[in-house]
């Protein structure tokens, strides 16, 4: 049942590449780097902690999310509970991220995509969460509007019609593979005429048998 689940994390490298979202979740590959090692590292922190109480706001750590309506699963680093004027708790998720704020809306997907998990868990609106960037120490407040809800909805559609597919979109080389962590195992440059890392093996496996 969970392999036809999509998992949160996909829907940021889907909208980062399609190619590296195709190579973690349907080739298994992957390979951390400087910049993964970092995110990594925030994110075992932000999750270290399980529960603590401030005034009028409760945090819960690594919570697991799960949507059946939509298919999909994953973890939230962190998820504030702020208690409204009717006493009502009302979750605010935060995700914490090494870099700063992008120019594209995969953050706030990837945030959004939790939003909709605990609303479904919890049977609650959530107006808004926040991302927290680790190299500008900024916290960015989100509003779960239609259009981002929209936007998360169709990106994890296409994501799971990509991973069903099984096939590996092929390679295609842009300014944004010199930070990706996959570059050495993608090889973009080499792959723009094949689709697989498997089939690039069977093919060096091939000429050197022939030799
Ligand atoms: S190296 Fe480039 S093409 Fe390959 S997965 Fe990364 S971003 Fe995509």
Redesign the pocket.
Known sequence: MDEEFVMISALSHYM??Q??CA?VHIEQAWVENVFTAEGRIMHDKAHEENFEIRKNIKIERGIPLRSNELGLNGKADVVEFHKDEFDKWIPFPVEYKRGKSKSDNSDKVQLCAQALCLEEILNVKIPCGALFYGQTKRREDVNFDESLRIETKETIKKVYELVMTKITPK????K??KE?S??EI?L?KTFEKRTTVANYLKDIIKSSECE
Do not use: N, T, W
């Open positions: 980062y590449c190619r590296r190579l390679a295609e080389y842009s944004k593979c990706c996959l570059l993608c973009p």
